[in-house]
């Protein structure tokens, strides 16, 4: 049971808790029928706001404009014009502030969604510098057969997920860039205001 600053969380803010997790894969599962239709290089972009980085390449197409329910997202270019999906990478960002969470806590919770969703997990790790959690599964959605990669990250009251998504059948190429993006991503920390001199 997850614990607030001062007290045990009531039943109803747990309730609560689990409800934006169910959110946040209700938005997945919707981007992914949203994006299956509308030369890859490794020229790499970096976007940058007040919260966070990284770094996605060149000629994906970046989209912050929400319509699916991701803060971002950045897709692939179809290779031709029987190209049916597009690889992509987008990210989720929930406010947790008025939960005490770990990450360890977060990812405890999320994992058993996923497989409530259909999804088989291959692995299962936590990574340091930064600290984030990051799982590997399949899922069938939509009609499509994927392999997905999500992390999680907890930092400054925010739980930011990252999920990469690709064809199981789709080319390697997508799923190393994918993971280039992902390792790019950093949260960055408010700086503490600095004391003027008497």
């Known amino acids: 049971m997850f614990m607030s600053k001062n007290k045990t969380f009531s039943v109803a803010r747990n309730i609560s808790f689990l ?11 919707l981007f992914i029928s949203t994006h299956a239709v509308c030369g890859q290089t490794l020229e790499l972009t970096k976007f940058e706001n007040k919260d966070f980085t990284f770094k996605y390449p060149s000629d994906w197409e970046f989209d912050d404009s929400g319509a699916t329910g991701s803060l971002i997202t950045v ?6 014009a029987d190209d049916m999906f597009r690889e992509n990478v ?5 406010d947790i502030s008025a939960f005490d969470v770990t990450l360890a806590d977060y990812a405890e919770v ?3 969604e996923l497989e409530g969703a259909g999804a088989e997990i291959l ?3 936590t990574f340091q510098n930064p600290a984030r959690h990051e799982v590997v599964f399949n899922i069938e959605q939509n009609g499509y057969d994927l392999r997905m990669i999500q992390n999680y990250l907890v930092e400054n009251g925010n739980a930011y997920v990252l999920t ?16 280039k993006i992902l390792e790019s991503f950093t949260v960055k ?9 008497r």
């Open 110 to 112: 999320s994992i058993p």
């Open 123 to 125: 692995k299962s790790t």
């Open 164 to 179: 990469l998504i690709c064809l199981r059948s789709g080319s390697d190429k997508y799923w190393e860039i994918g993971q």
């Open 189 to 197: 920390h408010p700086k503490a205001d600095k004391k003027l001199p």
């Open 75 to 80: 897709l692939s270019m179809p290779d031709d």
């Open 19 to 29: 409800i934006k997790l169910k959110e946040v894969l209700l938005i997945l599962i």
């Open 90 to 94: 987008n990210l989720i960002v929930q």
